[in-house]
């Protein structure tokens, strides 16, 4: 079992930037992907960004395509988001995610079962208007 802490979550103004961070502990990945997924007030958990752990094949939603970018260290087992031009919007819980099952070409259409997933315990970013 993996073990996800996100960190870098916070209180940012409208066209500001943040990046999030995802520490994964507990089994080193070799295969599927991370990623991330979050949760407005009043909505339902939406998926955001995700990236294979080996090669490089990164993949967004459309709310976010051209402002958040995905990357990671394997070295140090973490994930990052770099969150730029944020909107009022993308207020929300933001949650990271990983599956050794699924590669990331499969989280944008839904394929992976949410509980398929092991998920870190969320970090709230709020951006002000």
């Known amino acids: 079992q993996v073990q996800l802490v996100e960190s870098g979550g916070g209180l940012v103004q409208a066209g500001g930037s943040l990046r999030l961070s995802c520490a994964a502990s507990?089994?080193?990945?070799?295969?599927?992907?991370m990623g991330w997924f979050r949760q407005p007030p009043g909505k339902e958990r939406e998926f955001v960004a995700t990236?294979?752990?080996?090669?490089?094949?990164?993949d967004y939603s459309d709310s976010v395509k051209g402002r958040f970018t995905i990357s990671r260290d394997n070295a140090k087992n973490t994930v990052y988001l770099q969150m730029n031009s944020l909107k009022p919007e993308d207020t929300a819980v933001y949650y990271c995610?990983?599956?050794?099952?699924?590669?990331?070409?499969?989280?944008?259409?839904?394929?992976?079962?949410?509980?398929?997933?092991?998920w870190g315990k969320g970090t709230l970013v709020t951006v002000s208007s």
């Open positions: 990236i294979s752990w080996s090669g490089n094949n990164p």
């Open positions: 507990g089994r080193t990945l070799s295969s599927g992907a």
């Open positions: 995610a990983a599956s050794e099952m699924y590669g990331s070409a499969w989280w944008r259409v839904g394929a992976p079962p949410f509980d398929s997933y092991s």
